[in-house]
């Protein structure tokens, strides 16, 4: 036990050792795709964000792009301050608690939009499985994205378009892009490249809450909404470095992609992130390999629940506030014979307490429970 301790890293406050020590579990909602162990996380719920902009573990962004670089007929102005926490009561429940991502419409004589970008402040993001809980803007013209970035040639998107949102015929696409070295060659345009694809959702993402999500493995990333596999992109052109997570919310009046500007201020609302990432640290990953290996494992590891619409709004469950969801502590990693998900079982642990360290550390099951570490 006491060697354990000594992996975990102090930068936390209040720092308990509990459960998930061995790490998170995802299990792609399609159980055969797979199931990684991912040695960190970070969770945010936006409903219980008194201030956006005091939070540490997000920084609202401040810049401009002209039109030319932006590739639009105007500029954006993105704005610290189109970036701000919307709670609705004291619990945060109610009508649409979340941070908010506002467009404005164009001010006649400017010629740049003000738009919106909140970014995490880690930049060590990496192997992981990424989720945010989103309302999309039902006013034309506007761009909503949920993203990982590392640099123009290495970035996961998930993007939106208003102005595609088809009520009367229920169509309403997701663009589910891949930026790599053959996007850059095409000059920025995605669409031409097998790692762009246009899907159409199932609901409309205007009128509730969803989730968002990609897992981004070695060589392979799936998108996600509500659990229900969108795509999956793979290959060498796939991404391999650690980012950061992007949420954006803008227009620039390219009639191509976000159109617009919109006529009246858009919103975008999102009630929660959660990320369960592999930071990079190689020293920890040594260390942490015989501790948690598949045949000496007597720590946990926790199952990460699923999102479906009905907890999109408020996020659900999340592991750093309501414990183990799991209760995986029998030294078995990912015994995934039942497949009723466990979610909703009452944690066992000490309320709020999570064991936090870096490791880097991916467990991939294959077939039978085989721990691969990568
Ligand atoms: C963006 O442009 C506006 C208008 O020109 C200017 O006032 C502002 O300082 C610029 N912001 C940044 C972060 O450069
Ligand atoms: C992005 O980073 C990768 C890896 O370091 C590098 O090979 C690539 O050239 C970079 N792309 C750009 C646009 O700088
Ligand atoms: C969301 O709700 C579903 C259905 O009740 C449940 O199975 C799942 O575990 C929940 N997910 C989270 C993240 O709370």
């Not at 810049?63 to 105007?74: D, I, K």
């Not at 970008?117 to 060590?124: K, N, V």
């Not at 975008?268 to 020293?283: E, G, N, P, Q």
């Not at 946990?300 to 502590?329: H, L, M, Q, Y």
Request: overall charge negative.
């Amino acid at each position: 036990m006491m060697r354990r301790h000594l992996f975990l890293l102090g930068f936390f406050p209040l720092l308990v050792l509990s459960d998930c020590e061995c790490g998170y579990m995802v299990r792609s909602p399609d159980r055969e795709d797979g199931a990684w162990v991912f040695a960190d996380m970070l969770e945010t719920d936006f409903t219980q964000t008194e201030d956006i902009a005091t939070n540490g573990d997000w920084v609202r962004q401040g810049f401009n792009v002209t039109a030319e670089a932006g590739r639009g007929e105007y500029g954006k102005a993105f704005l610290p301050d189109n970036v701000f926490s919307h709670r609705t009561s004291a619990t945060g429940s109610g009508t649409d608690a979340g941070v908010q991502l506002r467009v404005r419409s164009l001010v006649s004589g400017t010629d740049m939009v003000p738009v919106a970008e909140l970014d995490t402040s880690r930049r060590d993001l990496h192997w992981g499985s990424f989720r945010a809980g989103m309302k999309l803007a039902e006013v034309e013209g506007t761009c909503a994205a949920f993203f990982w970035y590392f640099n123009d040639t290495q970035e996961i998107d998930m993007e939106f378009l208003s102005r595609e949102f088809d009520h009367a015929r229920g169509v309403y696409p997701v663009h589910l892009v891949i930026q790599t070295r053959d996007a850059l060659a095409a000059g920025f345009n995605a669409q031409n490249t097998d790692t762009y694809k246009q899907v159409n959702l199932a609901f409309d993402p205007t009128a509730g809450f969803h989730e968002y999500r990609f897992d981004y493995l070695p060589g392979r990333v799936i998108f996600y909404a509500d659990s229900e596999k969108l795509a999956e992109m793979e290959g060498s052109a796939m991404p391999s470095s650690a980012g950061h997570l992007i949420l954006q919310h803008w227009s620039n009046g390219n009639p191509q992609w976000s159109g617009g500007p919109p006529v009246q201020d858009a919103l975008l609302t999102v009630s929660y992130v959660k990320a369960y990432f592999s930071s990079l640290d190689a020293t920890l990953r040594e260390t942490t390999k015989d501790e948690c290996s598949a045949e000496d494992n007597d720590g946990a590891v926790c199952i990460v629940p699923d999102g479906v619409a009905v907890n999109a709004s408020t996020g659900g469950w999340f592991i750093s506030r309501d414990g183990d969801p799991s209760r995986n502590k029998e030294g078995t990693v990912g015994n995934d014979g039942d497949d009723s998900e466990s979610g909703a079982a009452s944690p066992d642990c000490n309320e709020g307490s999570v064991a936090i360290k870096v490791m880097a550390m991916a467990v991939s099951l294959v077939g039978s429970i085989a721990l691969a570490l990568l």
